[in-house]
T-cell receptor
């Protein structure tokens, strides 16, 4: 059973515009959420995270929003840049337990 | 220096063979993991291990076994390889405290023919 879901396998955005990547989860015990970015032939790298006690966390061009009642989080990238083109994985965990990953969304930023 | 390194990067082998994938981390983390990314790109936990406990995902066949000679290494040994084992395997490490992200290796693409 997949506890973390990313229903959009791909997203294309024009350079300079906003990219919004979405993620849904089913386990209400998750208390920490992370986004990872993955380039081809490389491992996922940590991008940004948010605790379940918050609803927003911002780091430069990247902002993660958490809606606990809807069990939904999103990653906003503004402005999008061609170098942002990658696969983005949403992940969630409870306490110190294992990370559960979504299936990823491939973002293409068009110059 | 690479924080989490896996070898080999590519591995092509025949069905029925036994193979190992090595993983080393130089971050001083106390926990290491193996993830499998299948053909649907789903990253699924296989094992987590620190010097106190091994947690095995119950869906992992017992042909897969982690071996940890020390805290900095967690190797993955696979017996009697099957076609369905073809995937990309990622090693990762973390400090096993709440809310601490993982550092991943670059992956090993295993192809069973």
């Amino acid at each position: 059973d997949q506890q973390v879901k990313q229903n959009s396998p791909s997203l294309s955005v024009q350079e300079g515009r906003i990219s919004i990547l979405n993620c849904d989860y089913t386990n209400s015990m998750f208390d920490y959420f992370l986004w990872y970015k993955k380039y081809p032939a490389e491992g996922p790298t940590f991008l940004i995270s948010i605790s379940s006690i918050k609803d927003k966390n911002e780091d430069g061009r990247f902002t993660v929003f958490l809606n606990k009642s809807a069990k939904h989080l999103s990653l906003h990238i503004v402005p999008s840049q061609p170098g942002d083109s990658a696969v983005y994985f949403c992940a969630a965990q409870t306490g110190a337990n294992n990370l559960f990953f979504g299936t990823g969304t491939r973002l293409t930023v068009i110059p | 220096d690479t924080a989490v390194s896996q070898t080999p990067k590519y591995l092509v082998t025949q069905m029925g063979n036994d193979k190992s994938i090595k993983c080393e981390q130089n971050l001083g983390h106390d926990t290491m993991y193996w993830y499998k990314q299948d053909s649907k790109k789903f990253l699924k936990i296989m094992f987590s291990y620190n010097n106190k406990e091994l947690i095995i995902n119950e869906t992992v066949p017992n042909r897969f076994s982690p071996k940890s000679p020390d805290k900095a290494h967690l190797n993955l040994h696979i017996n009697s390889l099957e076609l369905g084992d073809s995937a990309v395997y990622f090693c990762a490490s973390s400090q096993r405290t709440p809310n601490y992200g993982y550092t991943f290796g670059s992956g090993t693409r295993l192809t069973v023919v």
